[in-house]
């Protein structure tokens, strides 16, 4: 095929009807991600008695499985250019059946570790090829095309934790587990058999090298937003991992408590549209500054929680502050940055992110061990999660811009 067939196949294939399908599929795909890896509060109770765990090493196995999940994910993104596209979603597929079969065997803490850090390597492989690649397929339509795709995070976390509580009434953890991750691995094998790159985007591929790099991580505005990118997601990693043991030592019915999380995602699926919209007419910066500030407030007063009605108050916040988030964040750094590269740019501010997740949960978990309560690890988180909002403002505000 020549260069200008290449072309016009690509030209073709934008906005297609194939297209649409990819984003269905990807939909599905981050449900049953976001669903096994961001429910993990909902199942960690049964994690830590089905494997005798201490609380330290539950929290643990969250920091170490989100670290992995976003270091993977955006490794993949800085050099996606230079894999073939299918096998990459068909071996995250073999992964993902790889760990659900793998959990009916271990036995120990180590066990547990290396089943989860399959988990994250596979999910954040097919994490990243989702949101690299839907955008290639898009071009008058790619805004509702990503604003759709990402509402399958949205999706897992409202509606998985009904998922793990219905299986909990009826199998043991590991059959739960077993059948959830399965599920996972089915949905990204079906999705591998249409899963490819639009015709002639080899035209277009990044070239991503040691130069390019350079380049980037030299930037100290680039570096500046990349610190506070993954600072302002702290919260929303300690939240997925123990918000339940949060709202339970409030008093707070566990029942209750383990569907909180699902609201947060409900919540968060309005907001990614709404932030959206509102942020094109607005500002994106400003918007999302004061909406990731909301979720810090009520970080917060999340340890004074005692009744329903305040509890979903709360959450509401943490929706808004969580989809906005979600929206907004490669709008603006694209913006600022440009979007040559885009899919390493994006690897790289998704690979920083892992600090923060395998960080934040175990200095939570720490201090309130030396504390006996919620209270001053989620005042420093708030504070944590206000500086990052700050640095990322400034680094990704324009070159001729004053201040924050």
Not at 295 to 305: D, Q, T
Request: aromatic share 12%; hydrophobic share 55%.
């Amino acid at each position: 095929m020549t260069r200008t067939e290449e072309s016009t196949a690509r030209e073709e294939a934008l906005d297609s009807a194939q297209g649409w399908v990819l984003v269905a599929l990807g939909v599905c795909m981050l449900t049953t991600i976001w669903g096994t890896l961001f429910t993990f509060t909902v199942y960690a109770s049964r994690l830590s008695t089905a494997f005798g765990l201490s609380g330290l090493q539950v929290s643990s196995v969250f920091s170490i499985t989100t670290a992995v999940f976003l270091i993977s994910g955006g490794v993949f993104g800085v050099v996606a250019a230079r894999f073939p596209l299918r096998p990459v979603v068909v071996a995250a597929g073999v992964g993902l059946a790889t760990v659900a079969a793998g959990f009916q065997i271990v036995d120990s803490y180590v066990g547990v570790l290396a089943v989860f850090a399959l988990l994250g390597m596979t999910a954040g492989t097919a994490f990243i090829v989702v949101v690299s690649l839907i955008p290639q397929w898009f071009d008058a339509y790619e805004g509702s095309a990503m604003g759709i795709t990402l509402t399958g995070n949205g999706l897992g976390v409202l509606t998985f934790p009904f998922v793990w509580l219905w299986l909990f009434d009826r199998v043991d953890f590991r059959v739960a587990f077993a059948a959830v991750t399965g599920t996972a691995a089915l949905v990204v094998l079906v999705s591998s058999l249409v899963y490819r790159r639009p015709p002639g985007e080899s035209i277009d591929a990044p070239d991503v090298d040691f130069k390019w790099l350079r380049w980037r991580v030299g930037d100290t505005r680039f570096l500046v937003a990349t610190v506070g990118y993954a600072l302002l997601w702290a919260w929303y990693y300690v939240l997925s991992s123990q918000i339940v043991d949060i709202l339970t030592a409030n008093g707070i019915d566990a029942a209750v408590a383990a569907g909180a999380f699902g609201i947060v995602g409900g919540v968060s699926i309005v907001a990614r549209v709404g932030g959206g919209f509102i942020g094109d007419h607005v500002g994106q910066r400003d918007v999302f500054a004061a909406c990731v500030i909301l979720a810090a407030a009520c970080v917060v007063v999340l340890p004074a929680i005692g009744s329903r009605l305040s509890l979903y108050v709360v959450l509401v916040g943490f929706g808004i502050g969580n989809g906005t988030l979600a929206a907004l964040w490669s709008p603006i750094v694209l913006g600022r940055f440009g979007t040559e590269n885009a899919t390493a740019t994006v690897g790289l501010l998704n690979t920083a992110i892992a600090g923060s997740a395998f960080l934040a949960p175990l200095a939570v978990s720490a201090l309130r061990r030396i504390t006996g309560s919620y209270t001053a690890p989620l005042v420093s988180l708030s504070v944590i999660t206000v500086v990052g909002v700050a640095l990322f403002y400034w680094g990704t505000a324009s070159e001729h811009s004053v201040g924050i």
